[in-house]
């Protein structure tokens, strides 16, 4: 907890977006010993038997939450950003966790498809652990085949189809 707490003060984060917590409680004391200060927010999805959970920790001058969304393996803020070069624009951010069999990855991609084409906003930014590459070369120890394809061409896919 230490060293998360110095990179956001060395590095002045705004927003921080963190997944597999396994915590099934975080409290506002927790909140704040992570980010340092009192001058935080934060949504989450709770951990089941120490596994999953996903945290969203952000400055209150940065970021006005409107409206929270949430699935199995991701976590949506909307909101305003307040900060810097965008400062005022209306935007959606998204943690997630992708499960590591394909059948659950479509599942997810498939959900965040349908919940970005119904959204009025123009402006998202998927972050977190996709648990998949974008190259084959990339994956160390496995062969890259599962379930009658190769997951990186899926997973480019589902970038291209801009919902990354």
């Known amino acids: 907890m230490k060293c998360v707490k110095q990179l956001i003060a060395k590095e002045n984060v705004q927003m921080m977006f963190r997944q597999e917590t396994k915590k099934e409680v975080v409290n506002k004391e927790l909140c ?39 699935g199995n393996g991701f976590l949506g803020l909307e909101g305003i950003w307040r900060e810097g070069r965008v400062e005022n624009r209306d935007v959606t951010l998204v943690n997630i966790y992708l499960p590591c069999d394909m059948e659950g990855k479509r599942r997810l991609w498939r959900e965040l498809k349908d919940k970005k084409g119904s959204s009025t906003n123009p402006t998202w930014c998927v972050m977190g652990d996709y648990n998949c590459v974008r190259r084959l070369g990339e994956r160390v120890g496995i062969n890259g085949e599962q379930h009658g394809g190769r997951e990186d061409d899926k997973f480019n896919q589902f970038i291209r189809d801009g919902t990354c």
């Open 32 to 70: 704040c010993a992570l980010w340092g200060n009192n001058d935080v927010q934060w949504e989450m999805t709770l951990s089941i038997n120490a596994i999953g959970g996903l945290l969203c920790l952000w400055c209150k001058e940065a970021f006005k939450l409107n409206n929270t969304f949430r």
